[in-house]
């Protein structure tokens, strides 16, 4: 009995590339912060290993995430002096998916699949911040969820993502992320 349960668990490993458009929603009591979408990537790899049509995929990515920003940097000026610019955030993320393949035919399949995911930020690029008052300090450990949908065209793998924030990315500007990501994989095994 112990062999046919074995011999119903397979597994995939493998790289992947791909995109996300980013958001990172900052605000602020004193200061109206404008927050749009920016697109940033990720690469990193995944392993998967399927039980029949249930599956779980613990992924290791490192991303860039971006956002566009603008505000009033006196907000007592009338006269309205805007600053606007990017922020970039680095980090490593560390999903864990739990899936179920809907359509398995031969060489396609189609997933869905959801989980948490871990994020360590590396390192940030957020210099238009620090015109606001208190200057904010990026919490270094996060966590959040990811999920959508996915499919398999033989050894291709591509996946349509939402990715958000349970945490606040600053104490001082809040700032929940959300990112929709489009991936690319390549199956090894």
Same mark, same amino acid.
């Given at each position: 009995?112990?062999?046919?349960?074995?011999?119903?668990?397979?597994?995939?490993?493998?790289?992947?590339?791909?995109?996300?458009?980013?958001?990172?929603?900052?605000?602020?009591?004193?200061?109206?912060?404008?927050?749009?979408?920016?697109?940033?990537?990720?690469?990193?790899?995944?392993?998967?290993?399927?039980?029949?049509?249930?599956?779980?995929?613990?992924?290791?990515?490192?991303?860039?995430?971006?956002?566009?920003?603008?505000?009033?940097?006196?907000?007592?000026?009338?006269?309205?002096?805007?600053?606007?610019?990017?922020?970039?955030?680095?980090?490593?993320?560390?999903?864990?998916?739990?899936?179920?393949?809907?359509?398995?035919?031969?060489?396609?399949?189609?997933?869905?699949?959801?989980?948490?995911?871990?994020?360590?930020?590396?390192?940030?690029?957020?210099?238009?911040?620090?015109?606001?008052?208190? !200057?904010?300090?990026? &919490?270094?450990?996060?966590?959040?969820?990811?999920?959508? $949908? /996915?499919?398999?065209? @033989?050894? =291709? %793998? *591509? !996946?349509?993502?939402? &990715?958000?924030?349970?945490?606040?990315?600053?104490?001082? $500007? /809040?700032?929940?992320? @959300?990112? =929709? %990501? *489009?991936?690319?994989?390549?199956?090894?095994?």
């Amino acid at each position: 009995m112990s062999t046919s349960a074995f011999s119903q668990v397979s597994s995939n490993f493998g790289s992947k590339l791909g995109i996300n458009y980013s958001r990172l929603s900052f605000s602020s009591a004193d200061t109206e912060i404008s927050n749009q979408y920016a697109v940033g990537y990720q690469a990193g790899a995944f392993w998967r290993v399927n039980f029949k049509r249930f599956y779980v995929q613990p992924e290791a990515l490192f991303s860039e995430r971006r956002s566009k920003i603008s505000f009033d940097a006196d907000p007592s000026n009338q006269a309205g002096s805007p600053v606007s610019g990017r922020v970039k955030l680095h980090s490593l993320d560390f999903p864990l998916l739990f899936g179920a393949k809907l359509i398995e035919i031969k060489r396609i399949n189609l997933r869905i699949a959801a989980g948490p995911m871990y994020t360590r930020q590396l390192n940030d690029q957020a210099a238009v911040l620090d015109n606001l008052s208190p !200057d904010p300090q990026f &919490e270094r450990n996060q966590f959040g969820y990811q999920a959508g $949908l /996915g499919m398999d065209l @033989g050894k =291709f %793998t *591509f !996946d349509a993502r939402y &990715e958000g924030g349970f945490e606040k990315i600053t104490s001082e $500007l /809040g700032g929940r992320p @959300g990112s =929709f %990501t *489009f991936s690319v994989g390549f199956k090894v095994q």
